[in-house]
């Protein structure tokens, strides 16, 4: 909810708060190592006093080692510029998307961001996967409880997906009635993400509602019929 607290999820190797700020509601995630204390924030939207009250709420000394832009749309960065200036945490985006964040912000976008990366922070080890068709670069971040899960709520090796604007309850994101994005989005959705991991995993959009990939997979069919 915009103006209301974080929601907090305590898994056995990171904490994962959720808050809602500006006025198109985008969802901001900050992502703490329970070992190293190492902090990721998933775009920088709005309101970037509530965002640095968000990474002091995982660290006293608020530390932010890395933000990394989902895409490239102007709601999704307007906090950024002063977020980086604030942490001097480095910058990620997705590489076909860097630059027009960096344009957009004044904010360099030091990382650039491809499928198959990987991010370690602290103990933890995130995926990239590339997502193309609501921006050419749309990214998604992976992690993986690990085999030995054992907190309350864990479940042993399932994945988390942090899917910006690709992905949401009811449909993949707008592709501005365009078949042939439309097309491209939904079959990276399709291939990887839905075939590549089970029903228990859990998606954080970049608006709304959290999810599950199994939930939305009986509407794969449905979603390609109507063409968004």
Known sequence: MVAGPSDLRVLDEVEVRKLAVGPSENNA????????????????AAEPDR??????????TARLD????????????????????????????????AEAVTEATGATVSRPLH?????????LTLEVVALRGHTPGSVTLVYREP??????????????????????????????NDPERFALLYADVTSR???RYDDATWVYPGHGADTTLGAERPHLDEWRERGW
């Open 29 to 44: 995630y900050l992502l703490t190592c329970r070992r190293s204390g190492a902090q990721l924030l998933v775009d920088a």
């Open 51 to 60: 965002l640095l009250e968000l990474v002091r709420e995982g660290s006293p």
């Open 66 to 97: 890395l933000v990394v832009t989902t895409h490239r749309h102007l709601d999704h960065v307007g906090a950024l510029a002063s977020i980086a200036a604030a942490s001097g945490a480095q910058l990620a985006a997705g590489a076909p998307d």
């Open 115 to 123: 499928d198959g990366d990987t991010i370690v922070l602290g103990h």
């Open 147 to 176: 085999e030995h899960a054992s907190a309350p709520g864990a479940v042993p090796g399932r994945a988390h997906l942090f899917t910006g604007d690709s992905l949401f309850p009811g449909g993949v994101g707008s592709t501005s």
């Open 193 to 195: 993400l839905f075939d």
